[in-house]
């Protein structure tokens, strides 16, 4: 493979498994977080960012044909707060969303999104026990 293709590099991306089995990915930069949240989520996975501050984006991948429940959501937003500038608060608010309903501006900078439908989670920053 040459690498003068126009290919992006692949997004470097945090990944984390909770207890479920399920998956929790968090881009690491802002061209990651574009990646993540524009073209690796599938429309029915769940979308985090922690509100108001800097942070990365966070994709749980939903499982085709399950729901998650408010127990794992609430584990991936402690992931979204982990990976932002509230780390270090108490209990942070982190917006969710499904993925189908992120969109970037026209014209937007890199790891800018508009996000509808949000729920918000009230979390500890924190990583999943199953991580070792």
Do not use: C
Not at 10 to 23: M, S
Not at 89 to 105: D, F, I, N
């Amino acid at each position: 493979m040459s690498r003068g293709t126009r290919q992006p590099p692949e997004p470097k991306l945090y990944e984390h498994e909770l207890a479920n089995g399920w998956q929790v990915l968090a881009g690491r930069t802002d061209a990651d977080n574009d990646r993540l949240s524009l073209r690796i989520a599938r429309a029915n996975d769940w979308w985090f960012h922690v509100r108001g501050m800097p942070g990365s984006h966070v994709v749980l991948r939903v499982p085709d044909g399950e729901q998650s429940d408010r127990a794992t959501l609430k584990q991936a937003a402690a992931v979204a707060a982990y990976y932002s500038k509230a780390r270090s608060g108490g209990v942070v608010p982190v917006s969710a969303t499904l993925a189908k309903y992120v969109s970037k501006p026209r014209g937007a900078k890199p790891g800018t999104v508009e996000i509808r439908k949000e729920i918000v989670l009230k979390v500890r920053p924190g990583l999943p026990d199953t991580d070792g």
